[in-house]
């Protein structure tokens, strides 16, 4: 390497280096303003203003959303699912939905007897 490629690795270093501790005091300022305990409750006071503005700009969808609410919830789709198991799975799969073995459907269908009738012929 040639003393002009050794400067220019050097100076690339440096502001490496000089970028990084920038980065360090930025975020050593951002840390002192939010340690502060007075910020955080302005902030909230804030996101309280602001949750309602918002929450009477749009109140119809908030409204519909937190009607939705209940129905995100897995035990709300396991208690559906076990009041109308019969007519899911018969939109599944069709007739093939709860349906009985051959052998258990012969044993339900009545035994309808014809009546007899003989011919004797002499």
């Not at 100076?11 to 050593?28: F, G, I, P, R, T």
């Not at 007519?87 to 349906?99: E, F, L, M, P, T």
Request: positive net charge; aromatic residues 16%.
């Amino acid at each position: 390497m040639g003393y002009y490629q050794t400067f220019i690795a050097k100076q690339e270093k440096q502001l490496k280096e000089a970028e990084e501790l920038l980065k360090k005091e930025a975020n050593k300022k951002h840390y002192e303003k939010y340690k502060d305990r007075g910020y955080h409750k302005k902030n909230y006071e804030k996101q309280k203003e602001r949750a309602r503005k918002y929450y009477w700009e749009n109140r119809e969808y908030v409204l519909a959303r937190q009607q939705v609410k209940k129905f995100q919830t897995r035990d709300y789709y396991k208690q559906w699912y076990e009041k109308n198991k019969i007519q899911v799975n018969q939109v599944r799969y069709g007739d093939k939905a709860g349906s009985k073995t051959s052998k258990e459907k012969d044993k339900e269908k009545p035994i309808i007897k014809k009546p007899v009738s003989f011919i004797v012929s002499f």
